[in-house]
């Protein structure tokens, strides 16, 4: 029996909320629409960890940061690390990738045989964090409210040109895949950039949203004074009091977020139409789901770095052959998919199941299996010591050793206003997900490991960045000579092989 071709749609900073089964009504996303109606819709999927790198090591890993040892987003992701494209790769599949995936390294690849664009951001130790100098803002790459302030429309910049990229790269691939030329079944990951900010969009995205209901936040600005401590880091490390965010400037950004929603799902719709016409439509896995989410001015906060909801909270949909179509409500994780990949593809990763942290949802998505409590860490700019989470049911528990305790109710306060953490009421819910958590972390160890590895990377940095400098960012190869006809090639085998559907 054949393997299914898998096609993996990767968005940037899309908040989980807005997919609670498929695309919200309000967002103008038909295409993911059409995806959602016949996928399984995961509306409760978790991130591994709510940044750019950590999240995606997780995703690709299925292991959590503090097994990566990618705690941040210039934390080298080792070769000597199984991915699902290795699994994939040694299971006979053609891996490729184009778009972000944020590796920090020399090994750009991490199982995939080819990369057909660069990476958006760069690939080095720059951006290490500094535990040893708490509360140390780095203005130069640090998130900053310009986003939010100057959110509008702009018709190219630098993240509508890489995504245009992105899907032209992932179209013309899917193009040439469908000539067949190669008898293996194939993997495809697509990554895009948006919606992450700024939040910038085209002028034909914002006019979808002129009359848009969602564009102030549920809950509003709750003042610096009461958020809790990790909060206020985080608004600290933005520099909340550079600029004067008005209430206007919050609906602008959003107006803008969710209308790269829609551009997203534009290029999305090129992508999908390219399977159908080349035919492979059927026989290929389609997965959709982001690496973290966004707060968008939600208790006015932005962008990620936390465990709240609007942070942590992903979409995930899978449309696959074996998967029960419809709507999976309990808590997973983007952990999840490398095993649930390695099910659908039959590929046996049993010999490794000790390096894996999520669990495949194969039998979760047909009603036969529980997900155990979704795991999650958080160790990069903001923090200052290791933050982790455990959400198990309705409950959800954060620790962290230099703050209090939170345990939230999202049953009763999907909002997280409320901290039960020390209500006796909630106590023994509290002690049963604290012993989840002792039992899987030592956070003193991982303390530990985080600032030895943010302190070898400083002293690194440093080093390469005197005298001559190599690049690790990956440079794609275009082989021109073997493109289009050649005179070392037979010109009628050419175009008789360049031509998918034959003989029509």
């Not at 002028?203 to 003042?223: H, M, N, R, S």
């Not at 230099?402 to 999907?414: I, M, S």
Request: hydrophobic share 40%.
């Amino acid at each position: 029996m054949s393997k299914p071709n898998i096609l993996i749609l990767m968005a940037d900073q899309l908040n989980g909320l807005f997919f609670p089964d498929g695309p919200a009504d309000f967002l103008h996303a038909p295409n993911l629409r059409r995806l959602a109606s016949r996928s399984t819709r995961f509306a409760t999927a978790y991130t591994g960890s709510p940044l750019c790198a950590p999240g995606r090591a997780s995703f690709m890993s299925g292991q959590l940061p503090s097994h990566t040892r990618v705690y941040d987003n210039a934390a080298e992701f080792a070769s000597d690390i199984p991915t699902f494209a290795h699994h994939l790769r040694r299971g006979g599949y053609h891996t490729s990738l184009s778009g972000k995936m944020h590796f920090v390294g020399p090994d750009q690849l991490h199982g995939f045989e080819e990369r057909l664009t660069t990476d958006i951001y760069p690939a080095d130790f720059g951006w290490t964090p500094d535990y040893n100098k708490p509360g140390e803002r780095i203005d130069w790459w640090y998130h900053n409210m310009g986003s939010v302030k100057d959110a509008g429309i702009a018709e190219i910049t630098n993240q509508l040109e890489y995504d245009d990229e992105v899907a032209y790269h992932a179209v013309a691939k899917i193009r040439d895949l469908s000539r067949r030329l190669d008898d293996r079944p194939w993997s495809l990951t697509v990554s895009f950039t948006h919606p992450h900010d700024p939040y910038v969009t085209r002028q034909k995205y914002w006019d979808l949203y002129e009359d848009c209901a969602f564009l102030d936040p549920v809950t509003g600005p709750i003042p610096y004074e009461q958020q809790c401590p990790h909060s206020r880091r985080i608004l600290d490390a933005c520099d909340h009091l550079a600029l004067d965010i008005s209430a206007e400037d919050v609906r602008r950004s959003r107006r803008a977020y969710f209308a790269n929603i829609s551009y997203i799902d534009e290029k999305i719709g090129e992508i999908l139409d390219a399977l159908e016409a080349g035919r492979m439509d059927k026989d290929t896995i389609i997965v959709f789901l982001s690496d973290h989410g966004d707060m968008l001015g939600e208790r006015g906060m932005w962008f990620k770095m936390s465990f709240y909801e609007g942070s942590a909270r992903v979409p995930l949909m899978i449309a696959a052959p074996g998967l029960t179509s419809g709507l999976v409500e309990q808590p997973v994780s983007t952990l999840d998919v490398l095993p649930t990949l390695a099910a659908l593809a039959g590929i046996d990763i049993s010999p490794f199941a000790s390096w894996i942290d999520g669990q495949s949802l194969v039998d979760i998505a047909n009603g036969k299996a529980d997900r155990d409590p979704v795991f999650m860490e958080y160790a990069a700019e903001a923090s200052i010591a290791p933050l982790v989470g455990v959400r198990d049911g309705q409950y959800k528990l954060v620790l962290c050793p230099v703050d209090p305790p939170q345990l939230f109710d999202l049953g009763a306060d999907p909002q997280e206003t409320t901290n039960f953490a020390t209500n006796p009421a909630y106590a023994e819910v509290f002690a049963k997900l604290e012993a989840l958590a002792l039992q899987r972390w030592d956070i003193a160890r991982f303390d530990a490991d985080i600032r030895t590895s943010q302190a070898r990377r400083h002293v690194v940095y440093d080093a390469l960045r005197s005298g001559a400098y190599y690049p690790w960012d990956f440079q794609p190869l275009q082989k021109a000579s073997e493109r289009y006809m050649r005179n070392h090639m037979d010109l009628n085998i050419l175009e008789s092989s360049k031509r998918y559907p034959r003989g029509e």
